[in-house]
């Protein structure tokens, strides 16, 4: 019982952690006559204009950095307070009140709220881990009675002071710890994961004379004689080739019993195998049945789909319904489950599983590249014609060849560049929008908040703000 409580305080955590997050990602710096201040993406102003100087993205703890006119950096809270004064090169938020700053002189510091030091002294080099958790068993007291279990969340702190090496922990409620303290020691080598997670440290001992590496609870790991072999996994001895075939199957002929490809293969371990047999191409499955006869002249498969060439057209095959669609394309460029992107009686279009042309509105002139837009359901396809690019969309949004070139930014988001101005297509609300045209270049955000891109215009004073994917200008015009 207790561990459940324990789980569903760690998901309620979690969960609040994220409201946090989200919380804080509605607020957009917003320019007003010289000033900024901050609006959500709603259009309602949060905080009023209040500096000079464009302020930073609040973080998961609601704070945003904000500057002077030394380019100083502090932090504020989402009403506008300050936690941190203007006076530090940067400011690193570890918990809510919990900060590395540095003020120019290479030396970290361990403050809280105000500046006020969380840890006495400074560090010359520092490491954090990610934060992470503890569990604290319950104990039985001299009473009789047992202490409840108890989860701390911490962040692991390693650092060279004046004197050695410390390792703290850091905990959420304020609190820190000390739990190593190596004195006459001034360098260390850190340990990360494949995804820079910090999981311990290297030192060399000058009293034992060799390197030992701590963990983050400042413990040496001890090492088994045996290691365990890890991600080896079982491999069966034997592959079974003779399952019960399904209903389909049933359905199909089979290969004889001495068959030969002109690969020399005699069995198939994949679930679908492109086989080629006396010069042409067909499909077989594991059983050994012919899904798709031995008469093509090519045969490409992806994942769910088999597009193939016979007598001269190209046709497809849904693995998934085992059905043919008789198409008689020029040439297929991909498959997808709403339809195929092909080109029939040469011109490029989008077509459904009956051979219906879905896209009518497509004028492509020198087909140059496609991609499907998962977070709008569309087909994207580009296309190019005397020099100049046009992109053309399955669900209506088009262009004319107008741009001189076309930035990619991710699946969904691009800049369109026609002479002096900047247009931009844009995922949001699963559609896409042309939004534009913008006077001059365009700058990316390089932010995805509460699934809304962000990028920057420039103002005729040299002043750069936001637009966000509706549309939504965060500056008064």
């Known amino acids: 019982m207790r561990s459940l409580l324990i789980l569903l305080y760690l998901l309620c955590s979690f969960y609040s952690t994220l409201l946090a997050r989200y919380h804080s990602n509605f607020f ?37 950095e904000f500057y002077n006119s030394q380019n100083k950096k502090g932090l504020i809270n989402d009403s506008a307070h300050v936690i941190l004064p203007c006076q530090y090169d940067s400011i690193l938020t ?18 809280k709220k105000s500046g006020l030091p969380l840890i006495k002294g400074s560090f010359k080099q520092l490491e954090l881990s990610k934060r992470s958790y503890k569990w604290i068993p319950s104990k039985k007291l001299k009473n009789g009675t047992y202490t409840d279990e108890t989860v701390i969340y911490y962040t692991a702190l390693i650092g060279v002071g004046a004197s050695g090496i410390e390792l703290y922990h850091l905990h959420d409620d304020g609190k820190h710890v000390r739990l190593k303290y190596l004195p006459g020691v001034f360098k260390f080598n850190a340990q990360r994961n494949y995804e820079d997670e910090l999981y311990g440290f290297y030192y060399f001992d000058p009293k034992m004379k060799r390197q030992i590496y701590l963990d983050l609870y400042g413990d040496e790991p001890k090492v088994d004689a045996l290691m365990e072999d890890i991600g080896l996994v079982d491999i069966p001895t034997e592959y079974n080739l003779n399952r019960k075939l399904n209903n389909w199957e049933l359905t199909l002929d089979t290969l004889p019993h001495d068959f030969i490809s002109d690969d020399g293969e005699r069995s198939f371990s994949s679930k679908y195998n492109v086989v080629r047999f006396k010069g042409k191409w067909g499909v077989v499955s594991e059983n050994r049945c012919i899904v798709l006869p031995f008469d093509c002249d090519t045969v490409i498969k992806d994942w769910e789909n088999i597009v193939y060439k ?57 087909f140059i590249g496609h991609e499907w837009i998962y977070d709008a359901n569309q087909l994207l396809v580009y296309s190019i014609s005397h020099l100049h690019y046009a992109v053309f969309t399955s669900n209506g949004l088009s262009t004319t060849h107008k741009y001189k070139g076309i930035k990619r930014i991710q699946s969904g988001y691009m800049f369109l560049y026609d002479g002096d101005s900047t247009s931009v297509m844009v995922t949001h609300k699963k559609k896409l929008n042309l939004l534009g045209p913008y006077k001059g270049r365009i700058i990316d955000e390089k932010r995805s908040l509460m699934e809304m891109h962000l990028f920057q215009i420039q103002l005729a004073n040299g002043v750069w703000v936001y637009v966000d994917a509706s549309g939504r200008k965060y500056f008064k015009e």
């Open 28 to 64: 957009v710096p917003y320019y007003d006559n010289g000033k900024w201040g901050y609006m959500d993406f709603n259009g309602q102003m949060v905080i009023q204009p209040f500096t000079s100087f464009r302020p930073g993205f609040f973080n998961r703890y609601n704070y945003a």
């Open 94 to 111: 570890i918990q809510e009140n919990a900060f590395v700053v540095n003020s120019g002189n290479k030396v970290y510091k361990v403050v």
């Open 310 to 366: 016979r007598q001269g057209y190209y046709d497809w095959y849904d693995l998934r319904s085992h059905t043919y669609h008789a198409l008689h394309a020029d040439t297929i460029i991909d498959v997808f489950y709403e339809g195929v992107l092909a080109k029939l009686k040469g011109r490029y279009s989008f077509y459904d599983k009956v051979g219906k042309d879905k896209t009518p509105h497509f004028q492509i002139d020198t």
